[in-house]
Nanobody, 116 residues
Framework: QVQLVESGGGLVQPGGSLKLICLAS????????MMWYRQAPGKERELVAD????????YYADSVKGRFTIRRSNRNNTVVLQMNNLKLEDTAVYYC?????????WGQGTQVTVSS
């Protein structure tokens, strides 16, 4: 079955960096676009970044452009979200996501807290 396991969250000061990793299994990883979403308290879940399968084209939400980088390893079935220059408003639970055979699959989420 499809499994997405996130890791790498934590507490960081404004201006700091974190690297989130999603380990995927149970589907043909290299054939699917992978996404990172986040959900802050009291807000809707929003798409942060995605990366297409083989070509590796990327999308970033305006709020993270120039600060976050998404990349993938089709060899290791991982997708990484490198987050630099973190801001207070980046505080959220971050989720890895894939759409596979008409369904959406989510990881358990990893908490990112930016606080001074």
């Amino acid at each position: 079955q499809v499994q997405l396991v996130e890791s790498g969250g934590g507490l960081v000061q404004p201006g700091g960096s974190l690297k989130l990793i999603c380990l995927a299994s149970g589907f043909d990883f290299q054939m699917h676009t992978m996404m990172w979403y986040r959900q802050a308290p009291g807000k809707e879940r929003e798409l942060v970044a995605d990366i297409t399968s083989r070509a590796g084209s990327t999308y970033y939400a305006d709020s993270v452009k120039g600060r976050f980088t998404i990349r993938r390893s089709n060899r290791n079935n991982t997708v990484v979200l490198q987050m630099n220059n973190l801001k207070l408003e980046d505080t959220a639970v971050y989720y890895c996501n894939v759409r596979y055979r008409g369904s959406q699959f989510w990881g358990q989420g990893t908490q990112v807290t930016v606080s001074s």
